[in-house]
Structures are given as structure tokens and as C-alpha cells.
């Protein structure tokens, strides 16, 4: 999906229409001791070879995110564009 890398949209700190440069969000850093994770692998401890519940299915893809920076107060802001697309955002200059 082509994106221009810069829109004029809403600010809700100024409170009016400005220029917004536009980039996409990057993943944060993985935390490899969270929660969540050792829980995952505890679970599929002892499946050798195959992972336990994970079946071979065609992804839906994600709905990209991007990160709006209002160019007069420079606050950041997140919006989800479109629909579910399979590719990566290309912010074309």
C-alpha cells in the first residue's frame, strides 16, 4: 500500500488542520523474559519438532499502523489505515 509521507489532518492538540509528516510504527523491542512468553514456552515444552495448536493456515495480514507528527507542535499521534493488507507500507517522498 503506497502512503504520501506527508498529510494535512486533524491535530488534537492545536485543534485545527496541519501538516503531519508520516512514518511507519516499528515493533518495539522483544522482551524475551515477559510473562507471556515464558508461559508459550512452557506450554509447548516437550513437542519435538512440531509446535502444539499451530496449524498451517494462510495469515490474514494486519492493519498497518502509522505514526502522524503534527509539524507546528510536533506532538505524535497513531492511526490504523485501511483494511488488511499482506505488504508492508511504502511512504513514497
Given at each position: ?20 509528516k ?28 512440531k ?39 511504502e511512504?513514497?517522498?
Open positions: 500500500m503506497k502512503f504520501p509521507n506527508e498529510i494535512n489532518t486533524y491535530c488534537p492538540k492545536c485543534k485545527k488542520k496541519t501538516k503531519h508520516v512514518r511507519t510504527a516499528s515493533k518495539g523491542r522483544a522482551r524475551s523474559m515477559a510473562w507471556g512468553n515464558r508461559q508459550h514456552e512452557r506450554k509447548i515444552r516437550g513437542y519435538v519438532g509446535v502444539a495448536g499451530e496449524k498451517a493456515v494462510k495469515k490474514q495480514g494486519k492493519k498497518q499502523k502509522i505514526i502522524l507528527e503534527c509539524s507546528i507542535c510536533k506532538k505524535k499521534q497513531e492511526r490504523i489505515i485501511g483494511k488488511r493488507t499482506r505488504k508492508k507500507i511512504i513514497k517522498s
